[in-house]
């Protein structure tokens, strides 16, 4: 980031509390030392206790202000617990974002006994953000500002085959962010999603289909997220995202028959040939032809913001 977006990032939270969820490691990770070099009082969220610690510690060492909140998100009564403890130690939340998730990569025809698949994901993806919103919302509507980030993914735009249960939870927290920004329109409380990209991380390596896809680092990641605290848009997405749900828009049909050759193409996780066996040719092809649509969508720099 530049000096002009440094200070613009500044201006925006210096001195206000903000919760990052899923700050252990990773893009909250990188989003919560951003923001504690920016001056957030940065309330960091996460299973593991120790991770934080150590985050918050570094945070410190460099001038910043922080604080450790570990909880099971998926966990309601935990959940509670957390809300309750934050607003005690600090009255109200100035800035959620809901980092935190957990993705399933499996078919639906391999899903048929596995509903808890989809609880799992609904549970953290959805509903643990749903109860942060809720406990604290009041607090942002009471003092008529506040701004609340959902960390979706570019599957929702994508229609990704084979993440049936991640996408399903997080185009319901989509579609509930949009029915809670009318609502809170004129409370001053402001609502983004961000359609985040892949993010390149050692568990990414262990799948070929990511290699047909661009990657963003935890850095780029929190440049995302950092944009849409600055500009408070409704939607924060990356420009493939974007040129693809477009695509969608105009020629659903064809876009089907496009991903469903990349569903045929690959294999299921934790399939033996998804180990790094070298692709077929079809697959290189249809890599080839995803990362051309991509060269193309950074060319005609399709905003991140809208």
Do not use: C, W
């Not at 299973?47 to 610690?53: G, I, M, P, T, W």
């Not at 009471?142 to 085959?161: R, W």
């Not at 040939?273 to 051309?292: C, G, I, M, S």
């Amino acid at each position: 980031m530049g000096g002009t977006e440094d200070s613009a990032l500044r201006e925006r939270v210096s001195g206000r509390a903000v919760v990052i969820t899923g700050a252990s490691s990773g893009i909250g990770e990188a989003l919560a030392n951003r923001l504690g070099d920016a001056g957030a009082k940065v309330l960091l969220v996460a299973r593991s206790a120790d991770k934080l610690e150590a985050l918050r510690q570094g945070i410190e060492a460099r001038g910043g202000e922080a604080f450790v909140y570990p909880g099971d998100l998926s966990n309601a009564e935990d959940t509670q617990r957390l809300i309750s403890r934050v607003l005690s130690d600090h009255g109200q939340v100035d800035v959620l974002v809901n980092n935190a998730g957990m993705s399933i990569r499996r078919s639906v025809e391999k899903s048929y006994d596995r509903v808890h698949d989809f609880e799992r994901t609904l549970s953290l993806n959805f509903l643990g953000a749903l109860r942060l919103i809720m406990g604290f919302l009041p607090g942002m509507r009471a003092q008529k500002q506040g701004h609340i980030l959902n960390v979706s993914t570019i599957g929702v735009q994508v229609h990704a085959p084979r993440y049936g249960a991640y996408i399903a939870s997080k185009a319901a927290l989509d579609a509930f962010s949009r029915v809670l920004g009318v609502e809170a329109l004129k409370d001053g409380i402001k609502v983004t999603t961000i359609y985040m990209s892949l993010v390149n991380t050692p568990m990414m390596k262990s799948t070929t289909i990511y290699d047909a896809f661009p990657m963003l680092t935890p850095d780029q990641a929190a440049d995302l997220i950092v944009n849409g605290i600055i500009h408070q848009p409704k939607r924060v997405a990356t420009s493939f995202g974007n040129l693809f749900e477009l695509a969608y828009g105009v020629a659903p049909n064809a876009i089907d028959r496009v991903l469903n050759v990349a569903y045929q193409l690959y294999p299921e996780s934790g399939d033996k040939k998804d180990q790094h066996e070298p692709v077929t040719r079809d697959a290189a092809r249809l890599q080839r032809v995803f990362k051309a649509v991509t060269r193309r969508a950074r060319r005609k720099g399709a905003g991140r913001g809208q």
